[in-house]
């Protein structure tokens, strides 16, 4: 594709003995014969072409719900998108989503081959499913498609090493309806510069290396911070209604396509509410998400903090079997990185898993699951965090780590505030920032 301008060139100059001495030698350049009989038009508008096959293949799943797509499998026949439009359908998912470079929008979308002579113009085409298009071979999926990730792997050739492809990408022809638009293939341009840097920087000799996940996990932070680009789309994140929240997105996109923001592998729906409170529950999914990704990647961890902390011995009475944050919280008693509630000293079995968590339960907790050492110093680094409180030491030692900064502006600067309630997306930061701790990052 990228030597179509020159050809046109070559051809338009009344030089097709050159072409034909090309196509003589066995150089397949996929133009049709007509290009050779009459010449190259001065426009050629190339919409869709052979494609490489890459270490990922996007395919129609990837860019539908799960539960849609399962739906249209599982109903072949007799199935109208009539049945499920406007039902709140879960978001999309692959196995590949920790490698997210982008995102996609546009729906799944194919021209037609033929047409048929009798197509009504006047049919209202986006809300009748059932009334055939064009012709043979058109589709345009507007209620079936939804945001998916890109994988790396859609960019880096399966057998060829040190080559990377953004146009003629590796997808299927229904996959590619949605990869095929300018700002997808913009995007992966930029992707494909800064990817090609970490080639070099890393001194790689197969695209294997580059799909690890370590690297990629580097790789993203580069294409956020200086490309701006998304791996993961939030209506309502990084610019929110009140607040721009950029300084949260590097956390927060990494964090969500890993599954590591949620009780559930990812949102049922496109927000993130990065200014609303999180629940003590809530948090403790994702420390512990945190905790097992990082396992998965071999970084040690504290097996407990036990010999820290007072055990809780049995369950908490107020977490119930079908809570699905029951068996992340269960861990962290457990491995008494909490304990639940206290009465004239005692513990009361209670964990209230819906309470929200405030700045320095969450700091306390945190530092107790990654294993950090307690500094025993205090050097007043926050006005607001006296040296009698029981909290103290855990965010000073929060504070030598990198884990908390305090308020930068506003009226809380230079505060810490342990009483006000932390909010998504400062969790997100704060947990962020303990995973890159115990985590390399390449350059």
Not at 10 to 28: D, F, H
Not at 268 to 287: A, C, H, T
Not at 349 to 369: Q, Y
Request: charged share 25%; with cysteine.
């Amino acid at each position: 594709m990228t030597n179509f301008t020159a050809i046109h060139h070559v051809c338009n100059a009344g030089e097709n003995k050159t072409l034909k001495r090309i196509l003589s030698q066995g150089e397949n350049i996929s133009l049709a014969t007509e290009f050779f009989e009459k010449g190259m038009p001065y426009r050629m508008y190339v919409r869709e072409s052979r494609r490489m096959k890459g270490q990922y293949i996007f395919t129609e799943k990837d860019s539908t719900p799960y539960d849609l797509y399962n739906a249209r499998k599982n109903k072949a026949k007799g199935f109208s998108a009539l049945d499920l439009r406007d039902k709140p359908y879960k978001r999309v998912t692959n196995e590949k989503m920790n490698a997210s470079i982008g995102y996609t929008s546009y729906p799944m979308d194919s021209h037609a081959v033929s047409s048929y002579d009798n197509y009504d113009y006047y049919r209202d085409e986006e809300n009748d499913f059932n009334y055939y298009h064009k012709g043979e071979g058109e589709f345009y999926l507007q209620n079936l498609t939804a945001t998916g990730v890109i994988p790396l792997g859609v960019i880096v050739p399966k057998e060829v090493n040190n080559l990377l492809v953004t146009s003629a990408v590796s997808a299927s022809h229904v996959g590619y309806g949605t990869l095929r638009m300018e700002p997808v293939r913009m995007n992966l341009g930029q992707v494909a510069g800064i990817v090609s840097s970490f080639y070099i920087n890393n001194k790689l000799k197969s695209n294997a290396e580059i799909l690890e996940e370590k690297l990629i996990w580097s790789i993203q932070s580069k294409l956020i911070n200086i490309g701006k680009l998304r791996l993961y789309y939030f209506s309502d994140f990084p610019k929110g209604d009140r607040y721009d929240y950029w300084w949260a997105a590097e956390a927060v996109e990494k964090l969500a396509v890993r599954g590591l923001l949620s009780v559930q592998p990812l949102y049922d729906s496109y927000e993130f509410r990065p200014n609303d409170d999180m629940s003590r529950g809530d948090f403790i999914v994702m420390l512990m998400k945190a905790r097992r990704f990082l396992e998965a990647q071999g970084v040690k961890l504290n097996n407990d903090a036990c010999d820290k902390e007072e055990r809780q011995a049995m369950p908490f009475s107020d977490v119930s079997a079908d809570d699905a944050r029951t068996e992340y919280i269960e861990e962290a008693r457990s491995k008494c990185f909490v304990s639940g509630y206290k009465e004239d000293g005692k513990l009361t079995g209670l964990f209230k898993p819906d309470v929200f968590v405030n700045r320095a339960e969450a700091t306390k907790v945190l530092l107790l699951s990654f294993g950090y050492s307690i500094d025993p110093d205090y050097d007043g680094v926050f006005p607001d965090v006296l040296e009698n409180e029981w909290f103290s030491r855990y965010v000073e030692t929060a504070h030598v780590n990198g884990l908390v900064t305090g308020y930068e502006k506003g009226e809380f600067a230079g505060l810490f505030k342990p009483a006000k309630t932390i909010k998504r997306a400062e969790a997100a930061l704060i947990l962020y920032r303990a995973i890159n701790n115990n985590y390399p990052l390449f350059k």
